[in-house]
């Protein structure tokens, strides 16, 4: 398996955990320093610093929305070359006051040492604000 190999199927794990609402095992494969980054100009926008950060100012707050039949990502491309993974991918979920929430996201995933070090995330920060309420 090449490296670039190794790096698409740590990110597909780490995606998968998320996806199935594993976030402990999703955080696993951050590293402490993980830098996380939102683009956007409105109040989702910018960096997170921190494995611990992205759980209590991402994750935990974006959770709790999530309705009965749970958050599916569906992975269009995936591109790898050295120590970074990009992904395409399509976000379907009924949020538990009934709106739909589905998402388009591009994001960059840089590895260092076998973990996601940075994340750079492209996505409808309107919508997310609308839907989730952040």
Known sequence: MTTNDANKALVLDALAALSAGNYERYLSFMSADLRFHIVGSEGRGG???GR???WDDVLAKTTPSIGES???EEIINIVAEHDWVVTESRGYEITKNGESYNNEY???FRLRNQQI???RYYLDTELTR???GV
Do not use: T, V
Request: charged share 30%; aromatic share 12%.
């Open 47 to 49: 960096d997170i610093i």
């Open 52 to 54: 611990q950060s992205l």
């Open 70 to 72: 749970g958050f599916r």
């Open 106 to 108: 591009l994001c960059f």
């Open 117 to 119: 070090a940075e994340i």
């Open 130 to 132: 609308r839907a989730k």
